[in-house]
């Protein structure tokens, strides 16, 4: 049996826009010049049903915890599976490549493979390597959360996407590689995934570069000397490594992520309860500040009319 006509590129681990305020180097570059190759992407309206699947779930989209494996095998999910495959269907042609990004949803990545397996697709996935320091960096910018909750949500959303796309055709690219080498990165992805990008020329790059608009060099985030005083960043920065491994053919520790998600385990009871209360305290705060501004005003409300002060 000849495989399906239709291929079909998944793009994980790039930050979904609206939960990044700051423009990301890795994001529309590559989204345009997969475009400008014959590879555009799939449209926004999949976004209710991604949005109806977290919430069965009972996760979000930056979650900083995983989506529990027996879900995928609940009816919820399931009943979450001919929306999604009809959607998906809608806009795949009868032949050709097209890009899926599944930008902040990796944790969704099981239950994709289970729709994808129906269909007549042959799906490949690019898994992009962004440093999680960066990523820290980028959700304290965005949502004043710290450094360790932004390194726990790029563990979770790592290991979800490098979990969930074991066994299939998949690359790993770094992110730099993305906004600097674009050229590099696309022969990498073309040789690992035994793909070609039907509109792929010398000129078509040439289009990208002039459309890029000129931004300052963006430093790799340097790593504390020593991070035995934060266990998410040892986890996150072993974990980073051996991906970057993979993405250069190198040789790794095989059960690397399965060690990671052990030690994972109570790091998520640890932090788990220190972010449920971080928000209960900030909930407080939030409404003794209210309440100081309603005294405020109220005060201030007498001293403007004293007849009516009591």
């Not at 027996?70 to 269907?89: D, G, M, T, V, Y």
């Not at 899926?100 to 949803?105: A, H, Y």
Request: aromatic letters at 4%; hydrophobic letters at 40%.
């Amino acid at each position: 049996m000849n495989p399906p006509s239709t291929r079909l590129l998944v793009v994980l681990g790039l930050p979904e826009p609206s939960q990044d305020s700051s423009p990301d180097p890795g994001l529309e570059p590559l989204q345009r010049a997969l475009e400008l190759c014959g590879a555009p992407s799939l449209s926004a309206a999949l976004e209710p049903i991604h949005r109806k699947a977290l919430g069965a779930a009972g996760a979000a989209w930056q979650a900083t915890r995983a989506i529990p494996s027996r879900w995928f095998a609940s009816e919820a999910s399931h009943a979450l599976l001919p929306e999604l495959q009809s959607a998906l269907q809608a806009q795949l042609p009868p032949q050709g490549l097209r890009v899926l990004q599944l930008s902040g949803l990796e944790h969704l990545l099981p239950l994709w493979r289970l729709a994808l397996a129906e269909l007549p697709v042959q799906p490949a996935y690019l898994l992009v390597l962004r440093h999680p320091l960066e990523v820290a960096e980028a959700l304290r910018r965005s949502h004043g959360w710290s450094r360790d909750r932004g390194l726990l949500v790029w563990l979770q959303s790592t290991l979800a996407m490098e979990a969930s796309s074991r066994g299939a055709a998949r690359v790993v690219v770094e992110q730099e590689q993305l906004h600097w080498d674009p050229e590099g990165a696309l022969d990498h992805l073309e040789r690992q995934l035994n793909l070609q990008l039907p509109e792929r020329s010398h000129e078509r790059l040439l289009q990208w570069e002039s459309e890029q608009p000129q931004s300052p060099l963006v430093a790799v985030p340097s790593v504390p000397s020593s991070t035995e005083s934060s266990p998410l960043l040892q986890m996150a920065m072993q974990l980073h490594g051996w991906l970057l491994a993979e993405s250069r053919g190198e040789e790794r520790p095989r059960m690397m992520p399965e060690v990671i998600c052990q030690q994972l385990a109570w790091a998520e009871a640890l932090y788990g309860r220190t972010l449920a209360e971080e928000q209960q305290q900030r909930v407080r705060a939030e409404a003794e500040l209210t309440q100081l501004r309603g005294r405020r005003l109220v005060r201030f409300s007498r001293w403007l009319r004293p007849d009516q002060a009591a």
